[in-house]
């Protein structure tokens, strides 16, 4: 089975702060992606990554930056964490090159809240 | 990718197939129609995709009809398990990121 895994289930932080959201998966998996879900939105993508060192930007990637040093990791930083960034955030993985299909698979998600 | 409506809500008592529908009349000959279900407090599930013919799987089956402009996602013996919100998605099989745009969903809530 797939295992995708964040590294906080909870977490709260201050206005201001620096905010590292870490995600692994096991699969060798090429695709990663970073969501933030809020009610009555759904989920919005934020950054993806098709490889090591790479990546785009997805719709919202205002207030984040990403890195993928190693291709089981990818990492969200939040540079100054603001109020309006408190939110539940998914990472996702998937397998296949461009233009293949594959299901995502999800991690059980980081509530974040900015205080 | 193409627009997807769901209802917001519908209700299945446990051990009935619960019926879920989608209408994506917007889409395209090139995009697939794929469902997540999402669990309270979890992240989604992927369940299962499909393009024009019917699939089945352990967990579920996927109706589409002939025009493509609708779907049937079916679980044939829901459980109380099963209670979560279900996602239609299409998305283009000439994507090569695989975003998936999520709308609302529909709240299946199944009943003892």
């Known amino acids: 089975d797939v295992k995708v895994t964040q590294s906080s289930r909870y977490l709260v932080k201050r206005t201001g702060e620096k905010v590292f959201l870490e995600c692994v998966q096991d699969?060798?998996?090429?695709?990663m992606f970073w969501y933030r879900q809020d009610p009555g939105l759904g989920l919005r993508l934020i950054y993806f990554s098709y490889d090591v060192k790479m990546k785009e930007k997805g719709d919202i990637p205002e207030g984040y930056s990403v890195s993928r040093e190693k291709k089981e990791r990818f990492s969200l930083i939040l540079e100054s964490a603001s109020t309006n960034q408190t939110s539940m955030y998914l990472c996702?993985?998937?397998?296949?090159?461009?233009?293949?299909?594959?299901?995502?698979?999800f991690g059980p998600g980081t509530r974040l809240t900015v205080t | 990718d193409a627009k997807t409506t769901q209802p917001t809500s519908m209700d299945c008592a446990e051990g009935r197939a619960a019926n879920l529908p989608c209408n994506h009349s917007?889409?395209?000959?090139?995009?697939?129609v794929y469902w997540y279900r999402q669990i309270h407090s979890q992240g989604p599930q992927y369940i299962i995709h499909g393009l024009k013919n019917n699939e089945t799987n352990e967990m579920a089956s996927l109706i589409i009809t002939e025009d493509r402009k609708s779907s049937t996602l079916i679980l044939p013996h829901a459980t109380l398990r099963d209670t979560a919100v279900y996602y239609c998605?299409?998305?283009?099989?000439?994507?090569?990121?695989?975003?998936?745009?999520f709308g609302q969903g529909t709240t299946l809530q199944v009943k003892p």
């Open positions: 699969m060798d998996h090429e695709n």
């Open positions: 996702a993985s998937r397998g296949g090159s461009g233009g293949l299909l594959g299901e995502q698979y």
């Open positions: 998605i299409v998305r283009s099989v000439s994507s090569n990121t695989g975003k998936l745009i």
């Open positions: 917007t889409i395209s000959g090139n995009e697939y």
